[in-house]
Nanobody
Framework: QVQLVESGGGLVQAGGSLTLACAAS????????MGWFRQAPGKAREFVAG????????YYAGSVKGRFTISRDHAKNMAYLRMDSLKPEDTAIYSC????????????????WGQGTQVTVAS
């Protein structure tokens, strides 16, 4: 079992920045692909960003590419999502997840999920 806990969410003005953190426990997640997803009110959960096992490969949804940066720290068993140039449409609950696959942008590829952290971007 892997437990994931997100932190770093909050209220920010449009154009601002936030960095989300995802802390893993229970076992090391170094062998997992790690991803961030988000769910806005009334909308389906969507893939935001993913990072491969050694951190050398990242993948982003088109809506966040160039503004968000995903990273991971094996020593701390953590992942991060740096979000810059935030827009009101980025408002959502952000969740991290881990997948045994080498790549994953679909929810059903992920085995363990965190509870999420709220990000609200004011216009």
């Amino acid at each position: 079992q892997v437990q994931l806990v997100e932190s770093g969410g909050g209220l920010v003005q449009a154009g601002g920045s936030l960095t989300l953190a995802c802390a893993a426990s229970g076992r090391t997640v170094s062998s997992y692909y790690m991803g961030w997803f988000r769910q806005a009110p009334g909308k389906a959960r969507e893939f935001v960003a993913g990072v491969n096992r050694d951190g050398s490969g990242t993948y982003y949804a088109g809506s966040v590419k160039g503004r968000f940066t995903i990273s991971r720290d094996h020593a701390k068993n953590m992942a991060y999502l740096r979000m810059d140039s935030l827009k009101p449409e980025d408002t959502a609950i952000y969740s991290c997840a881990v997948s045994p696959s080498t790549y994953g942008s679909q929810e059903n590829q992920y085995d363990f999920w965190g509870q999420g952290t709220q990000v609200t971007v004011a216009s």
